[in-house]
Antibody, heavy 124, light 107 residues
Framework: QLQLQESGPGLVKPSETLSLTCTDS??????????WGWIRQPPGKGLEWIGS???????YYNPSLKSRVTISVDTSKNQFSLKLSSVTAADTAVYFCARHLVVQGVTYNWFDPWGQGTLVTVSS | EIVLTQSPATLSLSPGERATLSCRAS??????LGWYQQKPGQAPRLLIY???NRATGIPARFSGSGSGTDFTLTISSLEPEDVAVYYC?????????FGGGTKVEIK
């Protein structure tokens, strides 16, 4: 059963790079047929899609973050990662990883399931 | 980008009542709208995709309808465990966007 888990530093200094990884204990990230995404939620606020990576290697990023975001997949480690550079306090949020929904072999741009999320605070 | 506006911001109802949540898109998204439920301290969970399809394991009291720019999530008979914030999301165009959420409370 797919269980996603985010990991990474909970505190990042302003102007530095936020780095998170998402691991699936069931090993599905090593499969080349899935799409993976990152979504974030500032404390007490709504959800913001950060970006997604398709198995083909194509990536789609939110234009508001595109210049600072990189999403990559390492199938050998069964994980995918998020890097967000030049962070500010506005990047303080809970960061979720998620898989794109698959129904009868077709992948859609919905997110299911999600990891539990990890809080990243940007502060000096 | 497509802006999704949800209403009301908060909905307070008694157990057993019908809950009706609205999501309006700034331009047509066809039927490419979904709904998520987020309980306090938890990750969101997909309830409905492509306007009216229930995700795996979602109870039948949750239903979705609409097309174009106006969509509705209905909880036919509110249960105490339905206390949560509900978000809509569109997949019609990049970037994927979410609505601001509707908080459902129990009176």
């Amino acid at each position: 059963q797919l269980q996603l888990q985010e990991s990474g530093p909970g505190l990042v200094k302003p102007s530095e790079t936020l780095s998170l990884t998402c691991t699936d204990s069931g090993g599905s990230i090593s499969s080349s047929s899935y799409y993976w995404g990152w979504i974030r939620q500032p404390p007490g606020k709504g959800l913001e899609w950060i970006g997604s990576r398709f198995y083909s290697g194509s990536t789609y990023y939110n234009p508001s973050l595109k210049s600072r975001v990189t999403i990559s997949v390492d199938t050998s480690k069964n994980q995918f990662s998020l890097k967000l550079s030049s962070v500010t306090a506005a990047d303080t949020a809970v960061y979720f990883c998620a898989r794109h929904l698959v129904v009868q072999g077709v992948t859609y741009n919905w997110f299911d399931p999600w990891g539990q999320g990890t809080l990243v605070t940007v502060s000096s | 980008e497509i802006v999704l506006t949800q209403s009301p911001a908060t909905l307070s109802l008694s157990p057993g009542e019908r809950a009706t949540l609205s999501c309006r898109a700034s331009q047509s998204v066809s039927s490419y709208l979904g709904w998520y439920q987020q309980k306090p301290g938890q990750a969101p969970r997909l309830l409905i995709y492509d306007a009216s399809n229930r995700a795996t394991g979602i109870p039948a009291r949750f239903s979705g309808s609409g097309s174009g720019t106006d969509f509705t999530l209905t909880i036919s008979s509110l249960e105490p465990e339905d206390v949560a914030v509900y978000y809509c999301q569109q997949r019609s165009k990049w970037p994927l966007t979410f609505g601001g959420g509707t908080k459902v409370e129990i009176k």
